[in-house]
């Protein structure tokens, strides 16, 4: 029996080259102002059309500042991006949600509450955290812009068939313990490479547990693991996200739809090239102390001492513990921080501005904190004010912001000041990510309010009691 990855992949074949990569055909290509202008141009310059416009979506959204979106942008850089985008988009014949467009946001975010990220489909997008939409049983990968290039043109791609991983987390969560906290946990398990050259399969009763939003999250880190695309098996909770979304079927066409996605999962004699299974009762809320996504720990563990690190990683590891600015074997739980970020495609969904305001109610924000409350759409930005949660976060001292990648990374105003500390929902720590010198710390919506309120590193059970 296949799995489900095999599924998917199989009915997209379009051929195989001997010896050589497989032709696959692309349901949808969502552009941003990032990695698309090199493409258009290589269209231009070959005088070639889109071959299937109708697929193929583009929002700005990595260097939209998320303040005054309806006035110019300040940056001369950002602002050309931005502009090309939307030049290209009508040129082309694209669909285009441009800054202040009620349909705006992060393209992550949009695809799937729009219901343009649908069951067996495949997804490309030239930016790496497209596994994103695998959270609704889609087969999505980050593409170059040559391969951007390709799709437009084409509709298909030359891709190698990556090898199938199943992850099983199984068990119940405890308390505060979010899907971030669960893809934090197998990053240092696995390690940022530890998934490279698979598509991962994510499954379980943790997993079968978590809401949509959650599964956004989880299937969004999967590039951090080094996998090509992580997806979970479309069920009961897919289909209730995804009915009445604008772009989802319709009427007989939904039921026909919903009709097909239930046969979408790996059989029960599925074989897959590697299994890996944990537990649920050994993740708590989690922090990162490095310098790459891997580099975490449990909020009430230690940092690492050298004897627990491997004599050829270590000059790595103090390096990246140097640059944070803390001592191998100490405690987080404590450390002041200075910034705090709430968002991006990882955690910038309704679901996450619930869980924030969820330990932020009744209290105020630290005077030590800039906070950075970044809605992942307009769509967003409606409901959290549809459901009061901008009252309960003005309240506390917290502002919202308009939406975009925000401090994710160093591409728009959001910048971390060089030695701050920023305690942030986003995917990545690198060196310089949020900011040249800036030090960033990973964590859940969870523990992002915890130490926004408190203007320290604080496990949120303590809060909420």
């Known amino acids: 029996m296949n799995t489900l990855f095999d599924k998917i992949w199989d009915r997209h074949v379009v051929q195989i080259i001997e010896d050589g990569p497989t032709q696959l055909y692309i349901d949808r290509l969502y552009c941003h102002e990032v990695t698309s202008p090199q493409a258009f141009s290589g269209l231009r310059e070959r005088g070639l059309k889109c071959f299937r416009p109708q697929q193929i979506y583009c929002m700005p959204d ?33 669909s285009y949600y441009g800054m202040m467009d009620k349909s705006n946001g992060i ?32 087969v999505a990968f980050g593409i170059g812009t040559s391969e951007v290039e390709m799709v437009m043109s084409s509709q298909c791609i030359l891709q190698q ?35 490279t050259g698979y598509f991962v399969e994510y499954s379980g009763s943790v997993v079968k547990d978590l809401s949509m939003e959650g599964r956004l999250t989880l299937c969004n880190l999967s590039i951090e693991m080094g996998a090509r695309g992580g997806f979970v098996a479309p069920d009961e909770t897919t289909f209730e996200y995804l009915k009445d979304k604008e772009f989802s079927p319709k009427g007989a066409d939904w039921d026909k739809a919903v009709e097909y996605w239930r046969t979408l999962k790996s059989g029960d004699d599925a074989v897959f090239d590697k299994e890996l299974t944990f537990d649920a009762a050994d993740i708590e809320p989690r922090i990162t102390y490095g310098t790459n996504p891997g580099m975490g720990i449990g909020i009430t563990e230690c940092i690492p001492s050298m004897e627990d690190i491997d004599e050829k990683s270590r000059a790595s590891f103090l390096k990246a513990v140097d640059y944070m600015g803390f001592r191998p074997g100490e405690k987080l739980i404590g450390k002041k921080v200075d910034y705090v970020f709430l968002g991006a ?19 105020k924000k630290a005077e030590n904190i800039v906070a950075w409350l970044v809605p992942g759409s307009w769509a967003v930005d409606r409901q959290i004010r549809q459901e009061g949660i901008d009252k309960t976060l003005n309240d506390a001292g917290f502002e919202i912001r308009q939406p975009g990648c925000s401090a994710c990374l160093a591409m728009n105003d959001d910048k971390v000041p060089a030695g701050k500390y920023s305690v942030s929902t986003s995917n990545r720590n690198f060196e310089g990510r949020q900011g040249p010198g800036a030090r960033t710390i990973l964590a859940s919506p969870l523990v992002a309010a915890a130490a926004a309120v408190t203007g320290k590193i604080t496990d949120p059970r303590d809060l909420l009691v």
């Open 62 to 94: 990595h260097n939209a500042p998320t303040h005054d979106q309806d006035k110019p942008i300040e940056d001369p850089i950002s602002r050309k991006q931005v502009e090309t985008l939307e030049k290209n988009a009508k040129e082309f014949g694209l």
């Open 107 to 138: 393209i992550h975010v949009v695809g799937p509450e729009k219901g343009l990220s649908l069951p067996g489909m495949t997804i490309v997008c030239g930016d790496s955290h497209t596994s994103t939409h695998g959270a609704v049983g889609a």
């Open 161 to 195: 068939k990556p090898k199938s991983m199943r992850i099983s987390i199984n068990g119940k969560l405890g308390k505060c313990v979010t899907a971030k906290d669960v893809a934090l946990y197998l990053m240092a398990k696995i390690s940022t490479s530890g998934a």
């Open 345 to 363: 495609c990882t955690n910038g969904r309704i679901e996450d501005f619930r869980a924030f305001a969820s330990v932020v109610k009744g209290k």
